[in-house]
């Protein structure tokens, strides 16, 4: 499990909560049931309106793998695909049969399974290419659905403000109560405009960047079962796979 989002998702309430606690707010008075239920429960009901069932069903999935995944690293995967190469080179594509039980890669293995069985090299790259088009599709659908939901928020949250003040004009008679409606209205924009930049849209980001991490892993792995079914030397098919790796995973696939 990577903790970024967690991590920073909790800080950044934590320190809003001490700011509010510094200039002699009470962080209680924000957690006013009606202005939360609004923009919550509205910006969710709008979102997910724009989509399809389907589409929501995998937001809830999506939200809970923004949250508790780990980040996956291409770079664990070249020493993996260079032993594959080796003993390919060594003893032939049909000998990789039972190595492949030991690998804990679907994708890497789908592919090597593919090409043992004799497929077309061209064919085998359009399958695996397919399913990494697929999955692209899929994830940018579920970061979709978080950011759509961080640009209805603060307008859900103003809607809710202008809902308040009508209840403070109808209101004006009885000056004692004005103070509390008027704190109720802008609590909706407050909580409109935090909720998409501290919740949606991190969300979101964190989706996106999930989606090139592994989508990167499966292209790492596909020119690796290029290289294994060409007969490529382990040696250069180390150098091209390092060279696909992300900024910062070098050092450790070298």
Same mark, same amino acid.
Request: proline fraction near 5%.
């Given at each position: ?7 920073g998702l ?10 509010? @606690? ?58 993996? @695909? ?10 032939g594509l ?29 064919? @085998? ?94 292209? @790492? ?5 290029a290289a ?27």
């Open positions: 499990m990577d903790p970024a989002t967690l991590i909790v800080l950044a309430f934590v320190i809003i909560i001490v700011s509010n @606690v510094m200039e002699g707010g009470n962080p209680a008075s924000m957690l006013l049931l009606p202005p939360m239920l609004l923009v919550f429960g509205a910006t969710l009901a709008i979102t997910f309106a724009g989509g399809t069932v389907a589409d929501g069903k995998h937001a809830v999935k999506a939200f809970k793998r923004a949250l508790t995944a780990k980040a996956p690293n291409s770079a664990d995967l070249v020493p993996t @695909v260079v032993s594959l190469a080796e003993r390919a080179r060594r003893d049909l000998a990789l049969e039972d190595s492949l039980r030991e690998i804990d890669d679907p994708f890497l293995v789908k592919g090597m399974t593919l090409a043992i069985d004799g497929t077309d090299p061209d064919e @085998v790259r359009e399958i695996l290419e397919a399913e990494v088009y697929a999955k692209r599709s899929q994830d940018k659908h579920a970061a979709k659905f978080f950011g759509d939901a961080g640009a209805y928020a603060p307008t859900i949250g103003i809607v809710g403000t202008v809902m308040g003040l009508v209840h403070v004009l109808e209101n004006l008679a009885e000056p004692e109560k004005l103070g509390h409606l008027i704190a109720a209205a802008f609590l909706a924009t407050l909580w409109g405009v935090m909720s998409a930049n501290a919740i949606w849209l991190p969300i979101s980001s964190r989706l996106k960047r999930l989606s090139e991490l592994e989508a990167n892993r499966m292209e @790492v792995a596909i020119e690796g079962v294994i079914q060409a007969g490529s030397n382990p040696r250069v098919v180390a150098q091209k796979l390092i060279s696909l790796l992300p900024a910062g995973q070098h050092a450790e696939a070298a």
